[in-house]
């Protein structure tokens, strides 16, 4: 084993293969940050250039934009409210509302510090756990993700903050457009109004394009008048202060484990993972009022879930050769292009080059952690620019970016509805969150319970007594239902408390 | 009265109920295993008790007030410079194009005419060199 590590280590530790490491990081970094690009589209795009090189080389390079893609994407989620990632959603609700309270820089840090710790709790469970986590992630048939998806669903009203009868609304609004397209049953058309360009269903990444980043543009253009002075650009420190960092530290770890988890569960990527981190961790903190509003708590949680994604779905992918997400399933394909099939025989035939890859995400990992420390400052600058002239870049890069996805001009008026929308749920403050979550989510929801119903013949009890399904539906229902109880046994408290204390 | 919560309730009840009503056209599902109706319906009922709830809580609410300043015919003229902009794609000249239309946003939120063209000009070059040069995709 100590021979096959250091093989390993010995493999990655050539000028090439980091060079190689190094570029793959800094275009991940520009295709996260940029919104309109993902990591998925970076690593699509790239893997054919990979293929006249040898397979260390050619996976530092993929494995270096995944890895650089992933936390970038925070970048402008926080500075401008625009992801540049799905995974990065839940980065804005906090992040962007610590910028507009001068402090992005620090949210920056946050952001390259909590992605770090994130990646690498995931990479290190990729190297000690890695089949107990896949076996566990193999259990899951239709039941089960029914049951995560539900329980994904179910945090709608914890994502909505105060607003938690328009949160769920919103939410039942991104499970209705989750319908459009085919039936994924019965390939039935619905809600596409005889265009074929829906048969596929609303593409999500302009939607949330649309809601997050025209939405906000519109908003901005709306009040620009109203203000009665341009905002004071502040941005302040980068890395957290120690009792900060002491503070974040539990929802760092606990978004990790969140995030490795889920990332490990095919299908549900960072961008579920981090909206399940965040709301464990507004649940599990006494200032949850903060949540939402600038809390580091929340921002370290979301950041270090979406990263943490990362080394579940690789997880997956090595041990099962099954694709946790849309990045892992294309570098199945280009690993297999090198001659190597992921699964238990890479352990057993191959462990060295399992060994390289662990070391290559850890070496991304302290990479992209510098970039994003370092460039802070500089990156934060882009609030100093005027207003109109960032307005402008938004949506030019929206616009092309939305339409690049798939060269269809029917994803930019997607993006542009979703920005009219965007911007009226603004002014009815009515929160975005939960519509992104029922976007998210609904086709899982529907098609799993539906294959689940045909396997147990209809029954939903049988169904229900699988015992994970048992637990998410559990936790579901105390989702739901605790905030209420909550609220109930303090109105409660305060009805039956001494004359003296009103 | 809540106006907004009004609205907002209101027009998310009409949604809701076309939603119940538009699934009631899907298959509904055979042997007790639902269709491709069952979801619309379901979702749709849920909107459309949520949108009642709402609905009846903005009336017995106090009123709020409107929000002051919001420039409304702002966002209806950059609106409608995306959709002129959006119509016309496809028909060639992306680079002039995309900058006479960043141009006339940039001007008419009250940006210079000098930087707003150095501004377009330098946009309009990054961008075609990144999609077209760097990432194949034909903008024209």
Not at chain 1, 309 to 331: E, K, N, W
Not at chain 2, 89 to 117: D, H, I, K, N
């Amino acid at each position: 084993m100590t021979g096959e590590l250091i093989a390993g280590l010995a493999a990655v530790l050539n000028w090439q293969v980091l060079g190689f490491l190094a570029a793959g990081v800094t275009l991940g970094a520009v295709f996260g940050a940029l919104p309109g690009l993902t990591a998925t589209m970076g690593v699509a795009v790239l893997t054919p250039l990979t293929f006249w090189v040898s397979p260390e080389q050619g996976l530092a390079m993929l494995l270096g934009i995944y890895c650089g893609a992933i936390p970038a994407g925070g970048i402008p989620a926080i500075l401008i409210n625009v992801p540049g990632t799905p995974a990065s959603i839940a980065t804005s609700w906090d992040g962007y509302a610590l910028t507009r309270k001068g402090r992005a820089g620090l949210a920056l840090g946050v952001n390259a510090l909590a992605s770090a710790a994130g990646q690498l709790t995931s990479i290190a469970f990729l190297a000690f756990f890695a089949f107990p986590i896949a076996s566990f992630a193999l259990r899951f048939g239709p039941a089960e993700y029914f049951g995560l998806a539900l329980l994904g669903i179910s945090l709608m009203a914890g994502v909505s903050g105060d607003r938690v009868l328009q949160g769920m609304l919103a939410g039942s609004l991104g499970l209705a457009l989750a319908l459009v397209g085919l039936d994924p049953m019965t390939a039935y058309p619905r809600y596409t109004f005889g265009f074929s360009e829906f048969l596929d269903g609303i593409s999500f990444v302009p939607v949330m394009i649309g809601l997050f980043g025209l939405g906000e543009v519109l908003s901005q253009v709306a009040d620009r008048r109203s203000r009665s002075s341009a905002p004071k650009i502040e941005i302040g420190r980068v890395v957290p202060s120690a009792a900060d960092a002491r503070g974040m530290a539990g929802a760092s770890l606990s978004g990790a484990g969140v995030g490795t988890l889920v990332g490990a569960i095919p299908a549900a990527g960072g961008d579920i993972g981090s909206v399940i981190a965040w709301e464990q961790a507004r649940r599990a903190s006494a200032d949850k009022a903060r949540f939402g509003k600038g809390s580091l708590r929340g921002l370290a949680a979301s950041c270090s879930a979406c990263n943490a994604a990362i080394g579940g779905a690789m997880t997956t992918m090595l041990t099962l050769g099954i694709p946790g997400d849309a990045v892992s399933a294309i570098l199945i394909g280009a690993l297999l292009i090198h001659g190597i099939q992921p699964g238990p025989l890479l352990f057993a035939n191959n462990q060295s080059f399992v060994f390289s890859i662990v070391f290559l995400l850890v070496f991304a990992c302290v990479m992209i952690t510098a970039i994003g420390l370092l460039g802070a400052k500089p990156l934060a600058r882009v609030l100093s620019i005027p207003p109109p002239l960032l307005w402008a870049g938004i949506v030019l890069f929206g616009t092309v970016g939305s339409y690049a996805l798939n060269n269809a001009v029917a994803d930019v008026w997607a993006m542009y509805v979703a920005g009219l929308a965007g911007f009226l749920f603004r002014k009815a403050r009515i929160p975005l969150g939960p519509l992104v979550l029922g976007l998210i989510l609904g086709p899982m929801m529907e098609s799993n319970l539906r294959r689940a119903l045909i396997l147990s013949r209809g029954d939903w009890l049988d169904l229900m007594a699988r015992p994970i399904v048992a637990v998410f539906l559990t936790a579901a229902v105390l989702s739901v239902a605790w905030p209420w109880i909550r609220s109930r046994r303090g109105s409660a408290r305060r009805n039956h408390a001494p004359l003296s204390d009103a | 009265m809540a106006r907004e919560d009004v609205v907002a309730g209101g027009a998310f009840l009409l949604a809701g109920l076309g939603l119940v009503f538009s699934g009631t056209r899907f298959p509904a599902g055979v042997g007790g295993l639902p269709g491709a109706g069952f979801f619309p319906q379901a979702i749709g009922t849920m909107m459309a008790v949520l949108a009642a709830a709402l609905t009846l809580r903005g009336l017995r609410s106090a009123p709020t007030t409107a929000a002051a300043g919001t420039d409304l015919r702002a966002v209806a003229v950059v609106g409608a410079l995306l959709c002129g902009y959006l119509a016309l794609w496809g028909s060639g000249f992306f680079l002039v194009r995309t900058a006479v239309f960043l141009v006339l946003v940039l001007r008419f939120l009250g940006q210079r005419w000098l930087p707003s063209l150095a501004y377009a000009a330098a946009l309009v070059a990054f961008v075609h060199l990144a999609f077209e040069a760097g990432l194949n995709v034909s903008l024209e």
